[in-house]
């Protein structure tokens, strides 16, 4: 089955800066999803990225934000911009059809 | 009410023993049904899915499915310690489409 690297794996970011993170498919697949993770909650959609169109995102979350790019069928990238504690969280990627794989993850501390 | 409720735990159990996890959900749309296990500081991993009601066995686990009931369940039978993670229950009501998480119960398997 196909397998996603995620990077970075984790990172410490200044307040009011963006960090990218990247997501590596190693087959080409339509839809990618990228996920936030809070403390003791569940994984909640932000958004979904088609290969050649604009992402769709869900309520509460803005292209602003949190811009997502899909050159192609193997990669997408999600940026966190203008960090505030608040975005501090795990962040997933993930594709498939039935039965989906996830990315490792990527912990975000803002400070 | 959220879409899909599952209980955080902690949940702790002794090797060997059987345990039950539960996910209750709102949506009657939903079709597809998928369990999955998250180590600390890992991403979700495929566990078990299953597509509209009844039962799938996979070794140890087996996953139920009662739409009547809007409830699913996952069974461990002889668990391990190596079981002790986070299980998160997913939905969705068509393939392809992003997934819908319960919470997560916390899984603690003592030798």
């Known amino acids: 089955s196909a397998v996603i690297s995620q990077k970075p794996s984790r990172d410490i970011c200044q307040r009011g800066t963006s960090l990218t993170i990247q997501c590596q498919v190693d087959?080409?697949?339509?839809?990618m999803f990228w996920y936030r993770q809070q403390p003791g909650q569940s994984l909640t959609l932000i958004a979904t990225a088609n290969q050649g169109s604009e992402a769709t995102y869900e309520s509460g979350f803005v292209i602003d934000k949190f811009p997502i790019s899909r050159p192609n069928l193997t990669f997408s990238t999600l940026t966190v911009s203008n960090m505030s504690p608040e975005d501090s969280s795990i962040y997933l990627c993930s594709f498939g059809q039935v039965g989906y794989t996830f990315g490792s993850g990527t912990r975000l501390t803002v400070v | 009410q959220k879409e899909v409720e599952q209980d955080p735990g902690p949940l702790s159990v002794p090797e060997g023993a059987i345990v039950s996890l539960n996910c209750t959900y709102s949506?009657?749309?939903?079709?597809?049904f998928m369990w999955y296990r998250q180590y600390s500081r890992k991403g979700p991993e495929l566990l078990m899915y299953t597509y509209s009601s009844g039962n799938k066995e996979d070794g140890r686990f087996t996953a139920q499915v009662d739409k009547s009931s809007k409830y699913i369940s996952l069974f461990i039978r002889d668990s391990q310690p190596s079981d002790s993670a986070t299980y998160l229950c997913a939905l969705n009501s068509n393939s392809g489409y992003a997934l819908n998480f319960g919470k997560g119960t916390s899984l603690l398997v003592t030798p």
């Open positions: 087959s080409q697949v339509t839809m």
């Open positions: 949506n009657s749309a939903f079709q597809y």
